[in-house]
């Protein structure tokens, strides 16, 4: 009986060996979901809906004055409690356009208002810019995650 012991013993030993060889030799999958991400990221032009030509010119101050114009105009005191962070401005081709990232639980509070603001002009209190004409919002895109939202790495969007 011992001999019959002894052969399970080196099977067992040799199976053993096999499966940590090959388990170190493959990596473990990790993988991650994040289900309710914080921010919610917008790509916003400004268009020209005015007489002229020129398209308008944007800043950063100038994009903040209009967004928060857009916020009050909508949710009044409670719009402009909504924290915006204004990640770029640039001008592709002949319209402005920013880049901004809001929360999550607020993102369609925010869409609405900028899709259905007008402003830009000296009657319509939305900034005091006569030369830019009427201006509105278009919403572009629209996203929880910024990689996604570019077609890219997203390195692109933070270059100066």
Not at 31 to 52: S, V
Request: proline letters at 6%; glycine letters at 10%; one cysteine or more.
């Amino acid at each position: 009986m011992a001999t019959s012991a002894s052969t399970p013993a080196t099977t067992t030993s040799t199976t053993t060996k096999r499966k940590s060889s090959i388990s170190e030799s493959t990596p473990k999958t990790i993988h991650f979901t994040a289900r309710t991400p914080t921010w919610t990221y917008l790509k916003l032009q400004l268009m020209n809906h005015g007489i002229t030509s020129t398209p308008p010119t944007l800043d950063p101050l100038t994009a903040r004055t209009y967004l928060s114009a857009a916020l009050t105009q909508f949710l009044g005191l409670t719009g402009t409690a909504i924290p915006i962070d204004i990640l770029k401005v640039s001008a592709e081709g002949r319209t402005p356009t920013v880049w901004t990232r809001v929360p999550r639980d607020d993102a369609s509070a925010v869409v609405a208002a900028l899709s259905s603001w007008i402003g830009g002009g000296m009657n319509t209190g939305g900034g005091g810019d006569a030369s830019a004409g009427n201006v509105a919002w278009r919403v572009c895109a629209k996203g929880n995650y910024l990689g996604a939202l570019v077609q890219g790495s997203g390195g692109e969007l933070f270059v100066p």
